[in-house]
C-alpha cells in the first residue's frame, strides 16, 4: 500500500471513529450500575471490588464506561476512564487522566482530580517528575477515538 492509501485509511479511521456517538459520550454509563459514592475514595474502593483487571497485551485500546461495565473488566486507562466518568456524573467535575512513567515507557494510568492523584487503591501518591502525559476531560473523545482507529488499522 502506498503511502497516500495509508494516510487517506488512517483520516477515514479517526474520522468515522472520532464521529461515533458512543465515543462523543464516552462518559455515559447506565447510571443504575453503580451506587452513589460519598468520597472518591468510595467510588475507587467500589471499582477494586467490581472491575476486574485485565491487561490490555498488544492490542490495547481504551473503551467507553459503558463498555467496561459491560464487560466488569479492563487494565489501568480502561479502569481510570470509568472512574473520570463517575466523578463526572456524581460530582460534576471534570478530572484528568494521568499516564505515569515506568522507565521510558507507560507503567500506569491513574486520576488527577484538583492536587489529588487517585486509582483502584483510593488516593495516592505520584512524583510529578514521573508524568509523561496528561489528558484533560475534554480531550478524552480525541484519546479514545485515536486508540480505536489504530485498534481497527491493525
Sequence with gaps: MNIYKFAILCLFLLLSCAFDP???TWYEYEESKI???DKIEDACYWLYD???YKSGGESDFFRTAD???ELKEGDCEDIAILLMAIIYKQYRKKATCIFVKE???VGHVVVKLNSYYYDTRGKIEIDNSKIKLSVPF?????????TLAYK???
Aim: no cysteine; net charge negative.
Design 138 to 146: 475534554d480531550n478524552m473523545t480525541l484519546l479514545i477515538s485515536t
Design 103 to 105: 522507565g521510558n515507557n
Design 67 to 69: 463498555e467496561i461495565l
Design 35 to 37: 451506587p452513589s459514592f
Design 22 to 24: 458512543s465515543i462523543q
Design 152 to 154: 481497527y488499522m491493525k
Design 50 to 52: 467490581n472491575i476486574s
